[in-house]
């Protein structure tokens, strides 16, 4: 009726007020494969509820060891009060998703700013707008719920599915009226909206280009996919309106699920979503639901951060125990094996927030030696952002040191308080 209608159209209206280019510039997405995050947490129960029984070391999956690890599947497969439950889900995960789940995008507000408008509030609807201070983010305001569209869904991608893999190709989600590439659902009253001249102008030239998906001329809605590589057959079809900035590994993943014709071989779903404000929301890792008795479902979702890291190093044998020394608690984002141009490599990795930190191996100081301030952008996007030294992100360590020197000395250190550090 017309009192419905009126209360959809003012909600609405109340969940997009803040949603701007200044506001909103950049977004991100929590990708779920295959049931991870469901397994991982039936894990996490299993071993805070059976603590006592099988002698873990600690009632935190977390903080168990390799070989704690891999008993935990023999043991649950053997325990009467768990066995189905865990058959349920086809087994159980004893460690995080290994590519993590986050993908961060920049969003070309000055390019497709409908479209923009659009993502973002899909994005942010049900979740907090983070602000340069994080007073939103820290906030004891209940979070309202997703307001509710024409089609009767929640306007948001959260628990939305990836409907559409299509290896060398594109990722395609954001139907999260019937999840199979069919529906859709715009925030500007349902309606679908035009495209955007100056989006349609831009090339699908490289791999992680966000662009609008459609059903033909001016049919946007809220469905959008991701670039694997060229896609020069989408080129003035599909409005851009993004680009990734980091989480190519989750994208690297994804892409591994794919099918020919598009069905995803496993099970793909965005668990979380909302706005990326830089220095401020965790860039990557993975949600652990931790055991909680007083919490209503018994869990409490934690996003637990490794963070981003660019390695310049002499070699790829160099290279390669770096790896080994960081990836199980860190994101590897790029490696610059001693090569010209690394200074600037560096500079625009920082500048575009496509990395936390950077570490240099000793021998390749002399090639970031020119970098002695953080851009501009990071002093001006949070308050944190003025008291980072250039030293609290290029860190200089070997492999064996380059763990506790991310840990102790970058500006991550500061985000104790606040975030959930792997291993910590």
């Known amino acids: 009726t017309e009192e419905i209608q009126l209360y959809k159209a003012v909600n609405r209206n109340m969940s997009n007020q803040k949603v701007n280019s200044q506001t909103c510039a950049y977004a991100y997405l929590d990708f779920d494969i295959n049931a991870h995050r469901q397994k991982f947490s039936t894990a996490a129960a299993f071993v805070d509820a059976t603590d006592t029984r099988y002698g873990h070391s600690s009632k935190d999956l977390l903080c168990l060891g390799g070989s704690e690890l891999s008993r935990l599947g023999e043991l649950i497969d053997n325990d009467h009060e768990w066995s189905d439950r865990a058959r349920g889900l086809g087994g159980i995960e004893v460690r995080p998703q290994k590519s993590g789940s986050r993908i961060v995008v920049k969003l070309y507000w000055d390019v497709a700013p409908l479209a923009c408008e659009n993502f973002a509030t899909l994005c942010l609807n049900g979740g907090k707008l983070p602000s340069a201070d994080n007073e939103d983010i820290k906030s004891s305001k209940k979070v309202k719920p997703a307001p509710m569209g024409e089609s009767g869904k929640p306007l948001s ?222 002093i001006e996007t949070s308050s944190i952002g003025s008291e980072i030294g250039i030293s609290e992100i290029i860190l200089k360590a070997k492999p064996i040191e380059a763990l506790s020197v991310i840990e102790s000395m970058s500006w991550i250190a500061r985000k104790r308080g606040e975030w959930k550090l792997h291993g910590l």
């Open 157 to 378: 991608y959260r628990n939305s599915t990836v409907h559409r893999i299509v290896p060398g190709f594109i990722v395609q989600a954001g139907d999260f009226v019937f999840g199979n590439g069919s529906g859709g659902e715009s925030i500007y009253n349902g309606k679908k909206f035009k495209d955007e001249r100056a989006g349609l102008a831009l090339k699908h030239d490289r791999r992680g280009i966000l662009s609008m998906g459609n059903s033909g001329k001016n049919s946007n809605t809220s469905q959008f996919f991701f670039t694997f590589n060229k896609a020069p057959q989408c080129d003035g079809k599909h409005v851009i309106f993004g680009e990734i900035i980091s989480g190519y590994e989750v994208l690297d993943a994804l892409e591994e699920v794919g099918s020919k014709d598009g069905t995803p071989s496993s099970a793909v779903t965005i668990t979380d979503c909302g706005i990326y404000r830089p220095l401020e929301t965790p860039s990557a890792g993975f949600w652990f639901d931790k055991p909680d008795a007083d919490s209503f479902g018994g869990t409490t979702p934690v996003f637990v951060v490794q963070p981003r890291v660019a390695l310049v190093v002499p070699s790829q044998a160099a290279e390669a125990k770096f790896v080994s020394a960081l990836e199980e608690r860190c994101s590897i984002c790029a490696s610059l094996v001693d090569e010209g141009g690394t200074a600037q490599k560096v500079a625009e990795l920082i500048e575009r927030f496509s990395v936390d930190v950077v570490v240099v191996a000793p021998a390749c100081c002399a090639l970031v030696d020119g970098i002695v301030e953080p851009p501009t952008l990071w």
